[in-house]
């Protein structure tokens, strides 16, 4: 087979809760443990199922997302991420026509713009043979949306599922299997969208899902019918060869700092070398031209965070004498005063930004954020429960003003003290270089 020829499927699902991410780590830990080497993908801005990707396939999952990246760069990233692989997997997001704005945005549209089939899961839970008007309208909805094939969840008995063989068939849509209605393969809720602990065995259970996915999917058939060309053209760079002079780049990655694009760090390789450290348990800053906090759960290491005083005193002294540092959500939380659990304990942080940040009365903020800033738009996301309380004597001023996808304002903030940059937008830079916004 052609190299630009291979099996690429876009798993969808009729509705969110229908089982896609499930079904997604059981097909690609099922690929992984044949041997397959398998380029896992997720549609949209999250950050917690590219990390299970990334667990049961073996390999770094990377975000295609057409509102932060833009259509072309898209494209180039999934050819880049994908060239090597013998079978792409992309996870959809919500439901399959779901966007931002009608259809813009959605895993629907990806699949267009990747050119590349759609793999429906749908959840089978309280219905039968009315599958078919549902999965009907999904194949004909849109006509440049291929539906090559229906995966149904949450089946009751080996009847049930011959009924819904019977819509397919009446439909003429390949069915290639099912998932038993089975509670030990349902992802605690705790971790959908809230974080990945040491208390979920994540091995056991990707394991589990895959000898599902093996004894009730035709894996085979499922390879066979999504096997299509590849699109886009890959780029030169991937491995990110730094130019000369290269940059000196420290990046907080660990337990309470993990909201991190893939194509990100890709960039910023680009620009010199990238060096990972641990607020939590490392007690010396990496020496560096930029420092990069990124989200996480900081809420959820809070006395460990407070008790390193070494780094939050090193993270300070850097950015007083002038050093460059992108902070955003978490990793601006980080920065303040203090940081108060739901409780209302204060825990106190690296006091470089004089407001505190507070998860008392959480209340979820999130969507896309667009703004412009040094002489260029720039995209992300938002997703975080905390606030932040103004210090009365210096309240800070954003520098932005912030919208979301429709366009209309939102409250959203940025700072800048000194050559520190914050806010609670998670953003996209896989096509820029991110010091220029210096």
Same mark, same amino acid.
């Given at each position: ?69 833009? #259509?072309?760069?898209?494209? =180039?990233? @999934? +050819?880049?991420?994908? !060239? ?5 997997? &992309?996870?959809?997001? $919500? ?102 602990? #040491?208390?979920?065995?994540? =091995?056991? @259970? +990707?394991?589990?899902? !895959? ?5 009730? &999917?035709?894996?085979? $058939? ?217």
């Amino acid at each position: 087979m052609s190299a630009n020829v291979k099996p690429q499927i876009l798993i969808g699902a009729a509705s969110s809760g229908s089982g896609k991410t499930t079904f997604t780590l059981g097909l690609l830990r099922a690929l992984r443990n044949r041997g397959i080497v398998v380029q896992p993908f997720k549609c949209g801005p999250d950050y917690i199922d590219p990390q299970y990707h990334s667990l049961a396939a073996g390999r770094d999952s990377v975000n295609l997302d057409e509102f932060m990246c833009g #259509e072309g760069h898209m494209r =180039e990233v @999934y +050819a880049t991420y994908g !060239a090597d692989a013998a079978v792409n997997v &992309v996870e959809g997001v $919500m439901g399959l026509f779901d966007g931002y704005s009608r259809m813009e945005g959605s895993s629907a549209q990806v699949a267009q713009l990747l050119d590349i089939p759609v793999l429906l899961v749908v959840n089978a839970k309280s219905c039968a043979y009315s599958v078919a008007p549902i999965i009907y309208g999904y194949m004909n909805f849109c006509p440049g949306v291929r539906i090559a094939g229906v995966v149904f969840n949450m089946v009751g008995s080996a009847s049930h599922y011959a009924t819904l063989v019977d819509a397919c068939n009446d439909l003429g849509v390949p069915v290639l299997g099912y998932l038993p209605k089975n509670n030990d393969i349902a992802i605690p809720s705790r971790h959908l969208g809230l974080s990945l602990d #040491e208390e979920f065995l994540f =091995e056991e @259970y +990707a394991d589990k899902v !895959a000898a599902m996915v093996e004894e009730y &999917v035709d894996v085979d $058939m499922l390879l066979e019918i999504s096997t299509v060309p590849m699109c886009g053209v890959a780029a030169d760079n991937v491995a990110g060869a730094p130019q000369e002079n290269a940059h000196r780049i420290a990046v907080a990655r660990d337990e309470a700092f993990n909201f991190i694009y893939r194509e990100n760090i890709s960039s910023l390789r680009r620009l010199g070398k990238v060096e990972f450290f641990s607020p939590l348990k490392d007690t010396q800053l990496p020496e560096c031209d930029l420092l990069y906090l990124p989200g996480g759960y900081p809420e959820l290491y809070l006395e460990q965070l407070q008790g390193n005083v070494e780094m939050r005193g090193q993270i300070k002294d850097y950015i007083e004498n002038g050093g460059k540092c992108w902070a955003e959500c978490g990793g601006m939380m980080y920065l303040c005063r203090s940081i108060s659990d739901e409780q209302g304990r204060e825990y106190e942080m690296c006091g470089v930004l004089g407001q505190k940040a507070t998860m008392v009365g959480k209340r979820l903020q999130m969507g896309y954020r667009r703004f412009s800033y040094a002489g260029r738009e720039l995209r992300g996301h938002e997703f975080h429960y905390s606030r932040v309380v103004p210090d009365p004597g210096h309240p800070l001023q954003s520098i932005a003003r912030l919208y979301n996808a429709a366009g209309n304002e939102v409250a959203t903030p940025l700072y800048r003290y000194r050559n520190l940059i914050a806010g609670y937008t998670h953003l996209y830079w896989g096509n820029m270089n991110l010091l220029e916004l210096f």
